[in-house]
C-alpha cells in the first residue's frame, strides 16, 4: 500500500481542515489507518486511527471532541477532519497503515508502515 496525505494549509486559530489520506493498491482495505503528527522540534505523535474495517476509532486526549478520523474503503481514502484548530495543532501531519492485515488499533508509530509524504498544518493565533 502506498499513501499519500494532502488537504494541510494555513488556518486561522478556530478553523477547520480536512486531511484526506489516499492510498494505492487493492488491500487497504484490509489495514488500520493511523495519523500522526510532527511538529518542529517535537517528536512524531499519535493523533487518531480507525480500524481497517472503520467500525472503530480513537482519538488522542489532544484531540479528542475537535477531530474525527473516518475512511471510506470504497474511495481507498481515509479522513481527518480538524474542526476548532489551535496553534499547539501546527505540524506536518502523516497517515500510515498497520504494519499487519486487520490489526488493532495501536498508538505507536513502530506499529506502522508506509507513510505518506506528509501535509503541512499551520494554525495562525
Known amino acids: 500500500v502506498q499513501l499519500q496525505a494532502f488537504g494541510g494549509g494555513l488556518v486561522q486559530a478556530g478553523g477547520s481542515l480536512r486531511l484526506s489520506c489516499a492510498a494505492s493498491?487493492?488491500?487497504?482495505?484490509?489495514?488500520?489507518v493511523g495519523w500522526f503528527r510532527q511538529a518542529p522540534g517535537k517528536e512524531r505523535e499519535f493523533v487518531a486511527a480507525v480500524s481497517w474495517s472503520g467500525s472503530k476509532t480513537y482519538d488522542e486526549d489532544s484531540v479528542k471532541g475537535r477531530f474525527t478520523i473516518s475512511r471510506d474503503n470504497s474511495k481507498n481514502t481515509a479522513y481527518l477532519q480538524m474542526n476548532s484548530l489551535k496553534p499547539e495543532d501546527t505540524a506536518v501531519y502523516y497517515c500510515?497503515?498497520?504494519?499487519?492485515?486487520?490489526?488493532?488499533?495501536?498508538?505507536?508509530?513502530?506499529?506502522?508502515?508506509?507513510w505518506g509524504q506528509g501535509t503541512l498544518v499551520t494554525v495562525s493565533s
Open positions: 493498491g487493492r488491500t487497504f482495505s484490509s489495514y488500520t
Open positions: 500510515a497503515v498497520r504494519k499487519v492485515i486487520r490489526g488493532g488499533i495501536m498508538r505507536s508509530a513502530d506499529d506502522y508502515n508506509s
